[in-house]
């Protein structure tokens, strides 16, 4: 089994609309979670840190859930600069890193 | 500027004949990565650094070998490659637990 699976789309949608997706992790012992943005096989960049209690950082939030361990994304009132994809990343408490495989996500106008 | 700086971006070669991929940041980061990235298989651990002279495999080291001399460079050295090597290749480091910061990659096409 992976270490961290997500649904890799594509999720199509139109501007304005709200895209949601999820990811899962097999380790319990997973230290911190956090969400990538990679464009067009440039490099991953860091688009937020995702915290127990759940945060939003502007049209973004993200969610976890330690019980089921999946965290999730939700973009509200896409624009077209957000088609990219969406790399799920997971720290181990061995300071590693494991990614996902990503989530393709295109806005249309 | 903080950065991570790979080199080349772009290389072919011929299977076989030796090369080095350099990777530096200016950070003073302890921790640094290697990942290739393959269609459909998401970015893969070959080897990381948790500090100078401290390096180990991640999950796909065969055919690579690293050093870490000095904190900030970790170069990633492919001794014969071979055409199973091609792909795109990230640099990363980070603070022990810290977020990533990547190199811009580098496209390797062996032939």
């Known amino acids: 089994r992976k270490e961290v699976e997500q649904d890799p789309g594509p999720f199509n949608v139109p501007e304005g609309a709200t895209v949601a997706f999820n990811c899962t992790y097999s380790?319990?012992?997973?230290?911190?979670f956090f969400w990538y943005r990679q464009d067009c096989r440039k490099e991953p960049k860091l688009l937020m840190s995702v915290y127990s209690s759940g945060n939003e950082d502007g049209r973004f939030t993200a969610q976890l859930n330690r019980a089921s361990q999946y965290i999730s994304l939700l973009i509200r009132d896409s624009k077209l600069s957000d088609s990219a994809t969406y790399l799920c990343v997971v720290l181990l408490n061995d300071y590693k890193l494991s990614f996902g495989a990503g989530t393709t996500v295109t806005v249309r106008a | 500027e903080a950065q991570v700086t790979q080199n080349p971006r772009y290389l072919i070669t011929v299977t076989g004949k030796k090369l080095t991929v350099t990777c530096s940041q200016n950070?003073?980061?302890?921790?640094m990565s290697w990942y290739r990235q393959d269609p459909g298989l998401g970015l893969r651990q070959i080897y990381y650094?948790?500090?100078?002279?401290?390096?180990d495999k991640g999950d796909v080291p065969e055919g690579y070998k690293v050093s870490r001399k000095e904190k900030r460079n970790f170069p990633l050295i492919l001794e014969s490659p071979s055409p199973n090597q091609t792909s795109l290749y990230f640099c990363a480091s980070s603070l022990l637990g810290g977020q990533a910061f990547f190199g811009q990659g580098t496209r390797l096409t062996v032939v």
């Open positions: 650094s948790m500090n100078v002279e401290v390096t």
């Open positions: 380790n319990s012992a997973s230290q911190s």
């Open positions: 950070m003073n980061h302890e921790y």
